[in-house]
């Protein structure tokens, strides 16, 4: 799927802030999927949320899907996880969810990224704190390296994903 294929499946249009991420107030610094949900939103945060899982689906259903993505570098330290992905122009990423407040790091390039509270041109070097519940697509139109820090006890990769993603697989049934 092309960029302006993926701006129209979005609807997004107008002015864009830079380093502006969008995010609302006020959310725990922890959630499970069921507490995410249960968070007041907007009729517009309900929309776009939606807008994002179809957008999601649409990319890895069918002939050519590629589910896998940039390979990311990992980095664990005693209390941290580090997640780095560099990702190609052109490339649209749609993140897993989030399940506790994250640091996000982007040491090169840039992308116009949409979330449930809107969207920003994300443009390096920035760095900004996540809240729980993040969930994003990213439309990258310069090579772009983005990380993402988290607090964990775990010692293992997987374990340390399991730990700070929320399991969505029932929404995207």
């Known amino acids: 799927m092309n960029l302006p294929a993926v701006l129209n499946e979005l609807n997004v249009a107008g002015e864009l802030s830079v ?6 107030e006020g959310v725990p610094h922890d959630l499970t999927l069921g507490e995410f949900q249960a968070l007041p939103a907007t009729s517009e945060q309900l929309v776009r949320r939606a807008k994002i899982y179809a957008l999601q689906m649409s990319l890895t259903v069918g002939p050519g899907a590629d589910t896998t993505g940039p390979a990311p570098l990992h980095l664990l330290s005693p209390g941290m996880y580090l997640r780095q992905l560099t990702i190609a122009p052109g490339t649209v990423v749609v993140s897993k969810r989030h399940a506790r407040q994250h640091l996000c790091v982007i040491s090169q390039g840039e992308a116009l990224v949409f979330t449930e509270d809107g969207m920003t041109l994300i443009r390096a070097p920035h760095a900004f704190v996540s809240a729980a519940g993040a969930k994003r697509v990213l439309l990258v139109t310069e090579e772009i390296v983005w990380a993402t820090v988290h607090r964990t006890e775990c010692t293992t ?7 700070v993603l929320m399991d969505e697989r029932e929404l995207l049934r």
């Open 157 to 163: 990769v997987e374990d340390a994903e399991r730990d």
């Open 19 to 24: 380093n502006a991420y969008p995010q609302r």
